[in-house]
């Protein structure tokens, strides 16, 4: 079993930035990718980021340029560096931890998933 548990997310103004966390305990050694799915209020749960054990890195297009994923050396904890922040970008932060991609992009079933931190985008 992996727990996750994430942390940073709070309330900022348009434009601003935050700093998402992550880390990861029990048994992460068949963690292979971890990543970050938000979910809006009366949304579906979309993909964030995705960051492989070799450092590769994917992002929604809604996210590009302005969001950036990363992990320690250890490969147990990611983080997500929000910049410019925008309303739309208001949702529950979920982390999740799997032994591939397609688990960490929903693809298929498994993976490891964090309880959420609220990001609220807002003047």
């Known amino acids: 079993q992996v727990q996750l548990v994430e942390s940073g997310g709070g309330l900022v103004q348009p434009g601003g930035s935050l700093r998402l966390s992550c880390i990861a305990s029990?048994?992460?050694?068949?963690?292979?990718?971890m990543g970050w799915h938000r979910q809006a209020p009366g949304k579906q749960r979309e993909l964030v980021a995705i960051i492989t054990s070799r450092s590769d890195t994917n992002y929604a297009d809604s996210v590009k340029g302005r969001f950036t994923i990363s992990r320690d050396n250890a490969k147990t904890t990611v983080y997500l560096q929000m910049r410019n922040l925008k309303p739309e970008d208001t949702a529950v932060y979920y982390c999740?931890?799997?032994?591939?991609?397609?688990?960490?992009?929903?693809?298929?079933?498994?993976?490891?998933w964090g309880q959420g931190t609220q990001v609220t985008v807002s003047s």
């Open positions: 999740i931890a799997g032994a591939n991609t397609a688990q960490v992009m929903g693809v298929i079933r498994g993976g490891y």
């Open positions: 029990g048994s992460t050694s068949n963690i292979n990718a």
